[in-house]
């Protein structure tokens, strides 16, 4: 196979960040970059290594079961973005090196337990839900600030920021609305203590508005690896 298109779409989208943090008035090294690989296989992973990417965003923890296997000792992290079941705390406790994705008190003691078993810590992001889609994960806003109170306790969990899916609209007030919501959000917890200085939002359709809105790092799947073949809803 040839996967010239992933240097060249790299380069673009990189680009287009940069872009996208000078209109802001930001320091385009204040962005990150965090390519979603999910449903494209260990091969296009590799390719995508050779021009020196190393964390990996994947929706499901078979995908970093699988992945994790074909590519072991490339020294990849990867990071979890999708919902994580309590039951599969255990692989993620083993193979992944973040969790964007944690949204409830459940799972949080179902990763401490496990990370304790592996004697390991990781970063975590608390996934927010911002928009109204019945269909979107994350802890209600107005539960936050308990949230994190009760996340201080789990040594296993490193809290470093927030994370959040834009509701899905041509509207960009209404989706630059949920970026602005969980901006304030993170600026509230920190008068409060907490230290939160990631905030994920953005995905290759709405990035610019992300980071107009204050996002540290972006995830970007399509724009590098292009378009996916798996319907959404399988996600
Ligand atoms: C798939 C996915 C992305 C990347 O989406 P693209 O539109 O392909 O850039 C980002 N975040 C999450 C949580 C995702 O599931």
Redesign the pocket.
């Known amino acids: 196979m040839d996967y010239s298109h992933l240097a060249a779409n790299w380069a673009d989208i990189r680009r287009r960040v940069d872009a996208a943090c000078r209109a802001a008035g930001r320091d385009p090294a204040e962005v990150s970059i965090l390519p979603?690989s999910?449903t494209f296989g260990a091969e296009v992973v590799r390719a995508a290594l050779a021009l020196g990417l190393s964390r990996f965003?994947e929706?499901k923890v078979q995908e970093i079961r699988d992945k994790s296997a074909a590519l072991a000792g490339c020294g990849i992290d990867w990071v979890l973005?999708?919902h994580l079941q309590t039951n599969k705390a255990k692989d993620v406790a083993r193979l992944a090196s973040e969790v964007q994705s944690l949204d409830r008190l459940e799972l949080a003691e179902a990763l401490q337990r496990r990370l304790q078993a592996e004697e390991r810590a990781i970063d975590v992001l608390v996934q927010v839900k911002t928009s109204p889609e019945e269909s979107k994960h994350g802890l209600p806003p107005g539960e936050l600030m308990p949230f994190l109170e009760r996340l201080r306790g789990y040594d296993g969990l490193r809290v470093r920021g927030l994370m959040t899916?834009a509701t899905h609209t041509d509207d960009a007030e209404a989706v630059r609305a949920c970026f602005r919501g969980l901006r304030q959000l993170r600026d509230q917890a920190e008068a409060q203590g907490h230290r939160l200085p990631r905030l994920s939002m953005g995905?290759?359709?709405d990035f610019p508005l992300a980071i107009a809105e204050g996002a540290t790092e972006v995830?970007?799947?399509?724009?590098i690896f292009g378009r996916?073949t798996v319907r959404e809803g399988n996600?």
Do not use: F, Q, W
Not at 219 to 223: C, Q
């Open positions: 979603v999910k965003g929706n973005i999708g899916l995905m290759s359709g995830r970007i799947g399509t724009a996916r996600y």
